[in-house]
Nanobody
Framework: QLQLVESGGDLVQPGGSLRLSCAGS????????????VAWFRQAPGKEREGLSC???????NYADSVKGRVTISRDNAKNTVYLQMNNLKPEDTAVYYC???????????????????WGQGTQVTVTA
C-alpha cells in the first residue's frame, strides 16, 4: 500500500519561501514515484480543497492560476519524493498542504482535481507577520 508523508510546513513571514516534500513508500514491486502522477493540494479553514500543481509520470506539469509563477513542482526519482517549492508566500497561502498520487505510467497528463487514490496526512503552512 502506497504511503505518502508530507513535510516542510512551517510558520513564515510574507514574502518568504518554503519547500514542501512528499515522500512515498510502499510502492508496488518494480515501481517508483516516477510511475505515479502526483499532485499538491491545500485546504484552508472553511474552504474547499484546492489543487495547486501536479506532475505527470513523463514530467509534464500543471499549475493553478492562484500560485502560477510562485511555485515549482519537481520530482527526485531516486528519493521517491516530490517537492513543491513555494516563493513569495502570502497570508492567503495559509493552509494545510496535502500531496496525492495515482499510479499512471507513461501518461503525459496529470490533474489537479482531487481524483487521487492515495493521500498524505498534510503539513501546515502558516504565513503571517
Amino acid at each position: 500500500q502506497l504511503q505518502l508523508v508530507e513535510s516542510g510546513g512551517d510558520l513564515v513571514q510574507p514574502g518568504g519561501s518554503l519547500r514542501l516534500s512528499c515522500a512515498g513508500s510502499g510502492f508496488r514491486t518494480g515501481y517508483t514515484v516516477q510511475f505515479y502522477a502526483v499532485a499538491w493540494f491545500r485546504q484552508a479553514p472553511g474552504k474547499e480543497r484546492e489543487g495547486l500543481s501536479c506532475i505527470s509520470t513523463t514530467g509534464g506539469t500543471n499549475y493553478a492560476d492562484s500560485v502560477k509563477g510562485r511555485v515549482t513542482i519537481s520530482r527526485d526519482n531516486a528519493k521517491n519524493t516530490v517537492y513543491l517549492q513555494m516563493n513569495n508566500l502570502k497570508p492567503e497561502d495559509t493552509a494545510v498542504y496535502y500531496c496525492a498520487a495515482n499510479l499512471d505510467p507513461w501518461s503525459p497528463m496529470c490533474t489537479m482535481q482531487p481524483q487521487y487514490n492515495y493521500w498524505g496526512q498534510g503539513t501546515q503552512v502558516t504565513v503571517t507577520a
